[in-house]
C-alpha cells in the first residue's frame, strides 16, 4: 500500500513539474540559447454518436429482485419494457395517421396492448402484496420471539457494554 502511495506521489510530481516547465517554456522562460518551437495543435473531430430513441419505464415497472431480504434492489420489468416503447409507438404512429381505418386498425392494437399491459401490472402487484404480507408475517414472528427474549438480549447487551467499556471487548 506505501509503495502505491509512493508511486502516485511520484507521478503527481512528475506531472507538476512537467507541466510547470512547459509554462515556463510558453512565458519566454527557455535556457539560454534554446528556442522554442511552434506547435500546430489538431483538433480530432470524433463522429457523431447517434441518438438513442426515448425508452420509457414507468415506476410501476420496477419490482423488488430479491423479496424477502433487507436490501431490496430493483429491476426493470421484462413484462413492462418492451410493451411500454410498443405502445408509444403505436401512440405515435396514430398521431401520424391519416385514414380512419389505420387509426382504427391502431387504436385496436394499442387497446390490445394495453390490455395485456394492464394484466400484467395487476399480477406484479398482487405478487408484490404476496411479498410484502410475508415480510411483515416475519417481522412480527421477530418481534414476538425477541419480546418473549427480552430480559435475556438485555442481560448480553448490559454484559457487552460493560466489557467494552472495561477494555475487554472484541
Do not use: C
Not at 512565458?27 to 438513442?52: F, N, S, W
Not at 430479491?66 to 416503447?85: K, L
Amino acid at each position: 500500500m506505501k509503495m502505491k502511495i509512493a508511486l502516485l506521489m511520484f507521478a503527481v510530481l512528475g506531472s507538476a513539474a512537467l507541466v510547470s516547465s512547459a509554462q515556463q517554456a510558453n512565458d519566454g522562460g527557455l535556457l539560454p540559447g534554446r528556442r522554442a518551437q511552434q506547435v500546430d495543435v489538431v483538433k480530432i473531430q470524433e463522429p457523431p454518436v447517434p441518438p438513442r430513441p426515448p425508452v420509457a419505464f414507468p415506476a410501476a415497472a420496477m419490482r423488488p429482485a430479491q423479496a424477502g431480504t433487507r436490501n431490496v434492489f430493483y429491476t426493470i420489468s421484462s413484462d413492462m419494457g418492451p410493451s411500454a416503447v410498443e405502445a408509444q409507438q403505436l401512440a405515435q404512429k396514430y398521431a401520424g395517421e391519416k385514414s380512419e381505418s389505420g387509426r382504427e386498425k391502431i387504436k385496436g392494437q394499442l387497446t390490445e396492448l394495453l390490455k395485456d399491459q394492464f394484466d400484467a401490472r395487476q399480477k406484479r402487484h398482487q405478487e408484490e402484496i404476496k411479498q410484502l404480507e410475508d415480510q411483515i408475517k416475519k417481522l412480527k414472528d421477530l418481534i414476538d420471539r425477541r419480546q418473549e427474549n427480552r430480559q435475556d438480549i438485555i442481560a448480553r447487551r448490559l454484559d457487552q457494554m460493560l466489557r467494552e467499556a472495561q477494555g475487554l471487548g472484541w
